[in-house]
């Protein structure tokens, strides 16, 4: 399968430049030449999607992914219950999404909270929190699932805008504090848990910020990858 799908992705790309990039003259068009490489573009889109659900599919149940900051891994185990959640996030890593971003909202006692793309921009700081990558995500809030320490959830706006609770498409939470916590059960979709990094996410709470929780330096995370070592 991986073979045929090059072999056509190739057979497309020569299709094009025979079809769009000769005028009249026997010379090539700058028109011509935009109209092939964007549709290479496209192609290679393609085949960088269907190599990123190849690996979705490949996956445990419940994967489990290392989110590497600034201040240390975090490993995540995501729920085989909340699939949808579970795959989102698992493309968004496997894509490189997650690299370079900021945790912009660090409450003490509460919770750590990233995955906004628009932190990777200092001249939007007073957007922080409203980003994400243009969709938003079902709700699958389950009754079993607690915001304990560690718990990983999915951020999303309030219920005035957002009656149906649905999810940030990229923005997380990962809960500091069960007690400081725990009146947000039923209201956020809980999709996985940490399983190592425990003293990480207690790091990351305990650094100086704004009163909007945005860290006086900034706390980064680097990457989020598979760990191919515990799945």
Same mark, same amino acid.
């Given at each position: 399968?991986?073979?045929?799908?090059?072999?056509?992705?190739?057979?497309a790309v020569?299709?094009?430049?025979?079809?769009?990039?000769?005028?009249?003259?026997?010379?090539?068009?700058?028109?011509?030449?935009?109209?092939?490489?964007?549709?290479?573009?496209?192609?290679?889109?393609?085949?960088? +999607?269907? =190599?990123?659900? @190849?690996?979705? !599919?490949?996956?445990?149940? $419940?994967?489990? %992914? *290392?989110?590497?900051?600034?201040?240390?891994?975090?490993?995540?185990?995501?729920?085989?219950? +909340?699939? =949808?959640?579970? @795959?989102?996030? !698992?493309?968004?890593?496997? $894509?490189?999404? %997650? *690299?370079?971003?900021?945790?912009?909202?660090?409450?003490?006692?509460?919770?750590?909270?990233?995955?906004?793309?628009?932190?990777?921009?200092?001249?939007?700081?007073?957007?922080?929190?409203?980003?994400?990558?243009?969709?938003?995500?079902?709700?699958?809030?389950?009754?079993?699932?607690?915001?304990?320490?560690?718990?990983?959830?999915?951020?999303?706006?309030?219920d005035i805008?957002?009656?149906?609770?649905?999810?940030?498409?990229?923005?997380?939470?990962?809960?500091?504090?069960?007690?400081?916590?725990?009146?947000?059960?039923?209201?956020?979709?809980?999709?996985?848990?940490?399983?190592?990094?425990?003293?990480?996410?207690?790091?990351?709470?305990?650094?100086?910020?704004?009163?909007?929780?945005?860290?006086?330096?900034?706390?980064?995370?680097?990457?989020?990858?598979?760990?191919?070592?515990?799945?």
């Open positions: 399968m991986k073979k045929l799908i090059n072999i056509i992705l190739v057979a020569l299709a094009l430049t025979v079809g769009c990039g000769n005028n009249p003259k026997g010379g090539k068009t700058g028109e011509a030449e935009a109209e092939v490489q964007a549709e290479a573009d496209s192609l290679v889109k393609v085949e960088k +999607t269907m =190599k990123t659900m @190849e690996k979705i !599919a490949a996956m445990p149940e $419940e994967p489990v %992914f *290392d989110i590497v900051t600034s201040l240390g891994t975090i490993k995540v185990r995501l729920y085989a219950d +909340t699939p =949808k959640h579970r @795959e989102n996030f !698992a493309k968004l890593a496997f $894509e490189g999404f %997650f *690299d370079g971003l900021q945790f912009h909202r660090i409450i003490k006692n509460f919770m750590i909270q990233g995955g906004d793309p628009l932190t990777k921009d200092p001249n939007r700081v007073a957007e922080y929190g409203t980003g994400g990558p243009g969709y938003q995500i079902e709700a699958e809030i389950r009754p079993t699932h607690h915001h304990k320490k560690g718990a990983l959830a999915a951020a999303r706006k309030g805008a957002n009656p149906m609770k649905e999810s940030s498409g990229s923005q997380f939470y990962i809960v500091q504090s069960e007690e400081g916590c725990r009146h947000l059960d039923g209201e956020y979709t809980i999709f996985g848990e940490t399983i190592d990094g425990f003293k990480v996410i207690d790091d990351i709470a305990a650094v100086q910020t704004n009163q909007r929780g945005l860290p006086d330096n900034p706390i980064f995370i680097l990457y989020v990858k598979y760990d191919d070592e515990l799945n």
